[in-house]
Nanobody
Framework: QVRLVESGGGLVEAGGSLRLSCAAS????????MAWYRQSPGKQRDVVAT???????DYADAVKGRFTISRDNVWNRVYLQMNNLNSEDTAVYYC?????????WGQGTQVTVSS
């Protein structure tokens, strides 16, 4: 079964950095596109960054130039390096992949940016 486990969230001051990690299992990881989403209270879950099997990445406009998604196909992990964080980045961050038309999610990791 597909399992995604996020880690690395926490409390950080505005302007600071965090690195999120997602460990994937149950899939042939190197073949799958991966994504990071985030959800703030009362808001929908939105995509933050994606990376495909060819290492091609894409970003939401709100994080371009500040966040970097990467993947390690040896350790089956996807990362999100977040720099210059601001209060609008406060959210629960989720790792995502899609297999056979079905979305899989991790449990989420909380990121809180204090201003």
């Amino acid at each position: 079964q597909v399992r995604l486990v996020e880690s690395g969230g926490g409390l950080v001051e505005a302007g600071g950095s965090l690195r999120l990690s997602c460990a994937a299992s149950g899939i042939n990881f190197k073949l799958y596109a991966m994504a990071w989403y985030r959800q703030s209270p009362g808001k929908q879950r939105d995509v933050v960054a994606t990376i495909d099997a060819n290492q091609s990445s894409d970003y939401a406009d709100a994080v371009k130039g500040r966040f970097t998604i990467s993947r390690d196909n040896v350790w089956n992990r996807v990362y999100l390096q977040m720099n210059n964080l601001n209060s609008e980045d406060t959210a629960v961050y989720y790792c995502n992949t899609r297999s056979r038309g079905r979305d899989f999610w991790g449990q989420g990791t909380q990121v809180t940016v204090s201003s």
